[in-house]
């Protein structure tokens, strides 16, 4: 194998039959107990429902409660959304050296194809997966720099992230509407600067030893994830227990990030969760991140503050927190904090 294919897991882990000490996680972190049940399951909200005011409150009571939700006729084309599916197995199926250079025209650094985290040097166990990331639009500049291969890459991905996007503001506009604030509160910079991050996890020969991504909470506003409909791998931490993200057909998942647990000044929960791997299919799943520019400021929204509840957190840019969030990891909570 050349020194590539020795890099990224998805192409030598067919050839390993055990688990590389370097992916070993620690007791404590190993994917053990999960929860089922349905009287924990995530809640699924029907965006084609009627009930306009209806919607808006599950939403919230979702996401203060979980974290997390799943949505359904949410307008977005099922043709859309396997064209993407497909789109982006392909990418992964290429050899390394072309996903490589096909990440290599960002001048940012921004699209770019790594395996296990971004952090791939600091990271103390590694994640089982390959990832694939880049920038979308409202900055159409970034097009230039995404992928040319697989060939309509760029137009599939394009209609993708620009339904994304406005889906996202569908749902961060009935959040505001339960939490009080302008219709328009994430209509401008804080959601100036979407990015897609497309996670490829391969079968492990031991998944009770390793993770495909370890417990974090997004540093996002909000995510729209696109779950491969078959493979279970994702988990939420609810009350101190795992719950498993039940893969539904045509749903994405929605979770709130760390940037809007902090505008709404605790009140929706950025919650914990981590993907786990299996020994039979590989799973892809396609994260829709929304950002802010590194300018924005982030700290709660005067809505949220009264006098019975003061700013829990600290004011800071984008770029700062961004900072933070590399360097501190699962730690970041005390540097937010008052
Ligand atoms: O693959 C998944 O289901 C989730 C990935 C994830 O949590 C992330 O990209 O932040
Ligand atoms: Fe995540």
């Known amino acids: 194998m050349d020194t590539l294919d ?14 590389p000490p370097s992916y070993v996680q620690p007791i ?20 084609g429902a009627h009930d306009h005011d209806d919607i808006a409150k599950q939403i919230l009571k979702a996401s203060e409660e979980f974290g997390f939700f799943q949505v359904i006729n949410h307008g977005v084309s099922k043709d859309l959304m396997d064209e993407a599916v497909n789109i982006f197995k392909e990418f992964h199926a290429m050899p390394p050296k072309e996903k490589v250079n ?25 994640n089982w997966k390959d990832t694939l990331t880049h920038s979308c639009p409202p900055s159409e500049q970034v097009i230039e720099y995404w992928p040319q291969k697989p060939p309509k890459y760029r137009e599939i991905v394009r209609k993708y992230t620009q339904e994304l996007g406005t889906l996202g503001f569908k749902i961060l506009e009935l ?7 302008n219709q328009e509160y994430f209509c401008g910079e804080l ?11 391969p079968p492990c020969p031991n998944p009770s030893l390793t993770l495909g991504v370890v417990k974090h909470r997004d540093p996002s506003i909000i995510t729209i994830l696109l779950q491969d409909e078959k493979v279970h791998g994702l988990q939420v931490f609810k009350d101190g227990e795992w719950i498993v993200v039940e893969p539904i057909p045509n749903a994405f998942v929605v979770n709130i ?4 647990q902090i505008i709404s000044n605790g009140r929706l929960i950025g919650a914990e969760h981590r993907v786990v791997t299996n020994s ?6 396609v994260a829709y991140f929304i950002y802010p520019s590194c300018e924005s400021i982030i700290e709660p929204s005067n809505n949220m503050v009264n006098e019975n509840d003061a700013p ?7 770029g700062e927190f961004r900072r933070n969030f590399f360097n501190k990891g699962a730690n970041i909570e005390a540097e937010l904090l008052y």
């Open 6 to 19: 020795n890099m990224f897991v998805s192409n030598w882990s067919n050839v390993h039959f055990s688990v």
């Open 28 to 47: 404590e972190n190993r994917p053990g107990k999960v929860i089922s049940s349905s009287s924990k399951a995530i809640p699924v909200i029907d965006f």
């Open 102 to 126: 096909e990440c290599s025209r960002d001048p940012n650094g921004r699209c770019k194809f790594y395996t296990s985290s971004e952090n791939y040097k600091k990271d103390a166990v590694q």
């Open 175 to 181: 959040l505001c509407e339960g939490l009080g604030l």
């Open 191 to 201: 959601t100036e600067n979407p990015a897609l991050i497309v996670h490829h996890y």
């Open 257 to 260: 990030g760390l940037l809007l």
């Open 280 to 285: 039979s299919t590989s799973r892809t799943s």
């Open 312 to 318: 829990r957190y600290k004011s800071m840019t984008f």
